[in-house]
Nanobody
Framework: QVQLLESRGGLVQPGDSLTLSCIVS????????MGWFRQAPGKEREFVAG????????FYADSVRGRFTISRDKAKNTLYLQMNSLHPEGTAVYCC?????????????????WGQGAQVTVSS
């Protein structure tokens, strides 16, 4: 059973940076890909970034490419999402997820395990 424990989000100003973390336990080869999704108020959940846990290859949504960085520390079993130059449109609940999907951008429907979610609010 995979368990995902996220760090708290926070309230930041536009242009600020924030890093989320997600401690992963129980991960097996059946979940080779980890990722981050977000859901803004009144909107559907959307993919943000993903990473192949073993290989380290990564992929991003167009809306965050160049500003967000996904990474993992295998020794600490921790997934990270570094978010720079945050926009007010980045206000959302951010969730880490684990999936058996081994293609490119993974759909939310493919994710078997989810973190509890972290509220990130970008506002002046």
């Amino acid at each position: 059973q995979v368990q995902l424990l996220e760090s708290r989000g926070g309230l930041v100003q536009p242009g600020d940076s924030l890093t989320l973390s997600c401690i992963v336990s129980g991960r097996t080869s059946s979940t080779p890909t980890m990722g981050w999704f977000r859901q803004a108020p009144g909107k559907e959940r959307e993919f943000v970034a993903g990473i192949r846990w073993n290989q380290g290859s990564y992929f991003y949504a167009d809306s965050v490419r160049g500003r967000f960085t996904i990474s993992r520390d295998k020794a600490k079993n921790t997934l990270y999402l570094q978010m720079n130059s945050l926009h007010p449109e980045g206000t959302a609940v951010y969730c880490c997820a684990a999936t058996p999907f081994a293609g490119g951008v993974m759909p939310a429907s493919s994710c078997d395990y989810w973190g509890q979610g972290a509220q990130v609010t970008v506002s002046s």
